[in-house]
């Protein structure tokens, strides 16, 4: 099994992600890093808890990471997530499982020169974790197998601006520093794809109503709700669930390699993620681009996935 690290700041797709992730029975999760995004750091861990409680999955360590971007202040999305995140579902679970002792930044360091060049770092939250540890431990660049990023947008328009996509936009330095940090490998699932990858009420239906099922069911509705009144149509995007299947399976989605940064000092564009397409500033390429998706095999991947059927 491919080792794995998830870096979240879950919200409702990232919860699906984590769930995608673990019922795979596919990754060795060695373990899920939280970090400020939708919400808070403290609600981000205290949902992730949650989230690996309902998948039974409580061996599954948790550590926190960073509680603000590195030079800006948090900018939360309760309007898509709902107050608490997880779009109100979960909110009478009891929490028993908790946040191991120590940071996020030093257990992915550790864990990459334990295992080296074995790790694969799916995220699918703003970078500002993966850009501390990079920081701290330049070595990392090379130790590490691939990266996986749920982020940006490169030819459609973005979701928090017009020109930016959330998980860049709340912590462009740091986005700009792992993009230049010259991973090996490193995949951007953006909202180009990611907004082909839409999960309907009749696909949660096809789900049954297990615990899980009911519970996609639940913390759904108001981010549907909320997608249909901006795109026309009642779905859900499936961001985060998207980057973990790209590390369970990169065929599903066609990617090119072309130099990639971000902006972090306009007025109206900060976090926009600009892709050289024509190679005009004549740089090495950094990013695999997802063009392309095969949305309908990634949407029964995920659905077989969460039914318990092993793929
Ligand atoms: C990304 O932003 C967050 O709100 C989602 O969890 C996802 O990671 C989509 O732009
Ligand atoms: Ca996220």
């Given at each position: 099994n491919k080792k794995v690290i998830l870096d979240v700041d879950t919200g409702v797709d990232d919860a699906l992600g984590i769930?995608?992730?673990?019922q795979s029975g596919k990754l060795d999760i060695l373990g899920i890093?939280?970090?400020?995004g939708n919400v808070s750091l403290e609600q981000a861990t205290v949902n992730t808890c949650k989230v690996l409680q309902l998948a039974g999955a409580e061996h599954i360590p948790?550590?926190?990471?960073?509680?603000?971007?590195?030079?800006?202040?948090?900018?939360?999305?309760?309007?898509?997530h709902g107050k608490d995140g997880l779009g109100g579902a979960l909110s009478d679970m009891s929490v028993h499982k908790q946040a191991e002792e120590g940071h996020a930044v030093d257990f992915i360091i550790d864990q990459v020169r334990k295992h080296p060049g074995e790790v694969t770092l799916v995220m699918t939250a703003p970078l500002t974790n993966l850009a501390l540890a990079v920081m701290k431990y330049p070595e990392l660049v090379q130790q590490v197998k691939e990266v996986v990023v749920m982020g940006g947008?490169?030819?459609?328009?973005?979701?928090?601006?017009p020109t930016a996509e959330y998980n860049i936009y709340v912590d462009p330095?740091?986005?700009?520093?792992?993009?230049?940090?010259?991973?090996?490998?490193?995949?951007?699932?953006?909202?180009?794809?990611?907004?082909?990858?839409?999960?309907?009420?009749a696909h949660i239906d096809s789900m049954g109503d297990s615990p899980l099922a009911n519970y996609v069911r639940e913390s759904t509705a108001d981010y549907?709700?909320?997608?249909?009144?901006?795109n026309g149509v009642r779905a859900c995007a499936?961001?985060?669930?998207?980057?973990?299947?790209?590390?369970?399976n990169p065929e599903l989605v066609v990617t090119k390699?072309?130099?990639v940064d971000v902006e972090t000092r306009s007025e109206l564009c900060d976090g926009q993620t600009v892709c050289d397409f024509q190679n005009r500033l004549l740089q090495q390429p950094n990013v695999h681009v997802c063009l392309n998706v095969a949305a309908e095999e990634f949407l029964e991947l995920f659905i077989r996935t969460l039914r318990g059927e092993r793929n």
């Open positions: 769930l995608l992730a673990v890093t939280t970090v400020n948790v550590i926190q990471g960073a509680d603000k971007p590195i030079l800006r202040s948090s900018y939360f999305e309760h309007r898509v947008v490169v030819q459609g328009f973005g979701n928090v601006t330095e740091a986005a700009k520093l792992v993009f230049k940090a010259g991973f090996s490998s490193l995949t951007l699932v953006s909202l180009d794809v990611t907004r082909k990858a839409l999960l309907t009420e549907m709700q909320r997608y249909q009144e901006r499936m961001h985060d669930p998207l980057a973990v299947a790209v590390a369970l390699h072309h130099f």
